[in-house]
């Protein structure tokens, strides 16, 4: 309940401290007075954006404070506990406005955010003015009321929930069938380099072998001849080096007897002889590998010609390719990995999907039923409210799924939102013989300020909203229509806080609390004042209320007569 209003420098209140109970408190002045400037400041209490055009000329700073009384909301005070927030006292809202747009925001004294102070807010006070108007009209929030009639906001929350759950398991799952198409001509690229690659079975160092093999087959016929004549030289031919060493150990092994300091000498040329020998054997040896083989020749060429080729394509060596087929063979074992992760992730999405569209049919059922019930229930209260002959109906219909709407999201007709399946849509035919239409293309001002004033009836015992603050509600009604929307008003008062801003006698005369808002020029300065007004004021007041500037004892007397009304 909201208990006091502040107000200082705001608009043209200089300054403003009004103290309110509970019941129906009505606020009544004559037009332009400034009965707009106190729904401006609550909605900035309650979270509203903050701008300097709000400022008092010639000022610089304004404030707009507030204290609720919080003791019917446990959760507020549970979330202000849980922001190191003393909830003992009440709920102390202070809004500092400047023309340096260096706002401040103040809860209980301590300097706070706007997301905190909505978040405290969310469940306070509504504002029923012409924006209640405009949410009537919009058909996106017909869910809302009707959720809200229905108590099924939880379980809208839960739908929420889920829905927001599975956008982002959409979305991967998508990233991932993305990548795989993108990767289709990759793969057939890579596996064909891997297939090329283990075909060609490359040996360790195999370029360098198969070039020494090739130079050796190139010019095996040189090779031969030259190998050959050394062996001549060496050993077969006349005067080879064999046996001329032979004849020089013979001769030194003669001089050694004579002289034995040469035979360390004689053991040496022994030795080389020895030496020419194996050279020779080994010369012997590979001379019988030595073939002219053109067929392996034309073999080694082929060869290299390939190694060649996969060294220009993977980086020219052998090491290289050896590099290009690992990294491939690892990305194949990535790209193997992803099937195992498209289906994990498909049955994610399955999954969640099915307990959305679980909760998604148990929502839009039980909608269905809360339609019905409400239909009727506003339809009596505006039987009560002089639309006699008013029929009105909540249509449910279901949110038509679109082409390009992801399977996840649709059950293949209808299509899931973060507020389930349905839209809901009120219907109205003031009268009789007329077929039910869109309550925005047949609604007059009066009949909106009603079914909105009805609705609010309805929702007392549903919302958890202590205060209610009514604005325009007597919008193009007055007579018996009056009459009934101030009895309902008082009703309502059992139930919550009513503010309400009115300019009709039999509305304002239901009030338990009455403030007179009257503007003056002092110093050439417009003033607004808001004051509480007695039982004599009131009376005044229902007097212009009725006769306009002209106030007759006949006038007053009428005032008498209604104030007396509203007390029974």
């Given amino acids: 309940m909201l208990k006091e209003l502040r107000i200082g420098n705001f608009a043209i209140i200089e300054q403003l401290n009004i103290q309110l109970s509970n019941g129906l408190t009505v606020l009544s002045g004559e037009t332009g007075a400034g009965k707009s400037i106190i729904i401006n400041a609550l909605n900035l209490l309650l979270g509203h954006r903050a701008t300097g055009k709000y400022i008092r000329t010639g000022m610089d700073v304004a404030e707009v404070e507030a204290l609720f009384d919080i003791d019917d ?35 209980n004294d301590r300097q706070s955010t706007i997301q905190l102070l909505s978040q405290l807010t969310a469940n306070l006070v509504n504002i029923s003015g012409q924006h209640a108007h405009q949410r009537l009209l919009n058909e996106d929030e017909h869910l809302i009321f009707l959720d809200t009639y229905g108590k ?29 198409e993108r ?80 035979n360390p000498t004689c053991e040496r040329v022994q030795e080389a002889s020895v030496l020419i020998e194996d050279i020779t054997s080994e010369l012997r040896h590979y001379l019988d590998g030595i073939h002219v083989d053109n067929q392996r020749l034309q073999a080694v060429e082929d060869r290299i ?32 990995s992803i099937e195992d992760k498209i289906s994990q992730a498909a049955q994610e999405v399955n999954t969640v999907h099915e307990q959305l569209k679980n909760k998604t049919y148990e929502l839009s059922e039980k909608r269905k039923q ?50 389930g399946m349905d839209q809901a849509h009120f219907m109205i035919a003031p009268n009789i013989g007329e077929e039910m239409k869109p309550l925005a293309a047949i609604a ?62 039999q509305i304002a005369k239901y009030g338990k609390h009455h403030f007179q808002i009257a503007k003056h020029v002092s110093n050439d300065r417009t003033h607004t004042v808001i004051r509480p007004i007695d039982h004599e004021e009131r009376v005044q007041e229902i007097a212009r209320m009725i006769g306009g500037e002209t106030i007759t004892e006949k006038t007053i007397a009428h005032a008498r007569e209604i104030l007396s009304e509203g007390s029974h």
């Fill in 73 to 107: 909301h446990p959760q507020i005070k549970d979330m202000m506990i849980q922001h190191d927030l003393d909830p003992e006292e009440g709920l102390l809202i202070r809004r500092v406005i400047s023309r340096k747009d260096r706002h401040k925001i103040f809860i």
């Fill in 152 to 180: 099924l906001i939880p379980l809208r929350q839960t739908v929420g929930q889920l829905y927001h759950k599975l956008l982002p398991l959409i979305d991967h799952l998508t990233v991932l069938i993305k990548q795989q």
């Fill in 183 to 262: 990767q289709a001509e990759h793969l057939e690229l890579i596996k064909f380099q891997a297939k090329e690659i283990a075909n060609a079975a490359i040996g360790e160092n195999e370029d360098l072998l198969l070039e020494n093999e090739h130079m050796r087959l190139q010019h095996a016929e040189t090779i031969y001849q030259k190998v050959n004549q050394s062996i001549e030289q060496l050993y077969d031919a006349e005067g080879a080096v064999y046996e001329m060493l032979s004849k020089t150990n013979k001769e030194i092994e003669q001089a050694s007897t004579m002289d034995h300091t040469l």
């Fill in 305 to 336: 010609y390939l190694l060649n080729q996969l060294k220009r394509k993977y980086g020219g060596s052998l090491s290289s390719i050896n590099e290009h087929f690992q990294k491939i063979q690892e990305e194949l074992n990535g790209l193997d």
């Fill in 370 to 419: 809360a339609a019905q019930n409400l239909s009727g229930v506003v339809e009596k209260e505006l039987h009560q409210l002089k639309m006699n002959k008013t029929q009105f109906q909540v249509k449910v219909t279901g949110r038509p799924a679109e082409t390009h709407t992801h399977n996840a999201l649709t059950d293949g007709k209808c299509l899931f939102t973060e507020t």
């Fill in 444 to 505: 007059s001002g009066g009949e909106l300020s009603r079914v909105v004033l009805a609705l609010k009836a309805i929702l007392a015992g549903t919302e958890s909203v202590s205060t209610v603050v009514f604005d325009e509600v007597d919008a193009g009604i007055g007579g018996g229509v009056a009459e009934m929307v101030g009895q309902k008003m008082a009703a309502l008062s059992a139930h919550h806080q009513i503010i309400c801003i009115t300019h009709l006698p």
